[in-house]
T-cell receptor, first 113, second 111 residues
Framework: DAGVIQSPRHEVTEMGQEVTLRCKPI?????LFWYRQTMMRGLELLIY????????DSGMPEDRFSAKMPNASFSTLKIQPSEPRDSAVYFC???????????FGSGTRLTVV | GENVEQHPSTLSVQEGDSAVIKCTYS??????FPWYKQELGKRPQLIIDIRSNVGEKKDQRIAVTLNKTAKHFSLHITETQPEDSAVYFC??????????FGTGTRLQVFP
């Protein structure tokens, strides 16, 4: 089991550019979560999916952020246009659903200059 | 809204001493409480969890206690070692699937 796989590991982009982060959950996991981690705000839940359907996107900061899960093995988080305040580590996590622990991916460190 | 408060934000102990991290949650319906350890530059990893029908759970040097009435839960690490140095996060379940995380405790164990 390769765990939750995220790409890229690091992304440096200029303000105004589009950024796409990718995630492959653990096979068989029904729930997928996108978190953002910063020193100031800790781990914030942005959005999560159950069986590929978005359930709660109340944590998405603004319309510049969007997420999709076209199938059970792939999800994307897109920021368009990116801004310097979007700089953070973005984690994807998956679980079997219900009240269970998550398995986190290695994260994508995003720097917007 | 729902939140989880975690204290202290930093904790320094001598190797061999015990460390205790405390969390308080707001949603009385929360029934699952995991703890994660995050080493520098790495992903958070689940180290222990407890469900609301249990008051205490132990796994070698780590233990977690839960007081549902007071909405408190705590992580206890005994005989600390330098490799225990990391940031520790508590979390509480919200609804069917979500976890809300505390703000983290940076634990430093000095040899």
């Amino acid at each position: 089991d390769a765990g939750v796989i995220q790409s890229p590991r690091h992304e440096v982009t200029e303000m105004g550019q589009e950024v796409t982060l990718r995630c492959k959950p653990i096979s068989g996991h029904n729930s997928l979560f996108w978190y953002r981690q910063t020193m100031m705000r800790g781990l914030e839940l942005l959005i999560y999916f159950n069986n590929n359907v978005p359930i709660d996107d109340s944590g998405m900061p603004e319309d510049r952020f969007s997420a999709k899960m076209p199938n059970a093995s792939f999800s994307t988080l897109k920021i368009q246009p990116s801004e310097p305040r979007d700089s953070a580590v973005y984690f994807c996590a998956s679980s079997l659903g219900g009240a269970r622990g998550y398995t986190f991916g290695s994260g994508t460190r995003l720097t917007v200059v | 809204g729902e939140n989880v408060e975690q204290h202290p934000s930093t904790l320094s102990v001598q190797e061999g001493d015990s460390a205790v991290i405390k969390c308080t949650y707001s949603d009385s319906a929360s029934n699952y409480f995991p703890w994660y350890k995050q080493e520098l530059g790495k992903r958070p990893q689940l180290i222990i969890d407890i469900r609301s029908n249990v008051g205490e759970k132990k796994d070698q040097r780590i233990a977690v206690t839960l007081n549902k009435t007071a909405k408190h839960f705590s992580l206890h690490i005994t005989e600390t070692q330098p490799e225990d140095s990391a940031v520790y996060f508590c979390a509480a379940s919200i609804g069917a699937d979500k976890l809300i995380f505390g703000t983290g405790t940076r634990l430093q164990v000095f040899p």
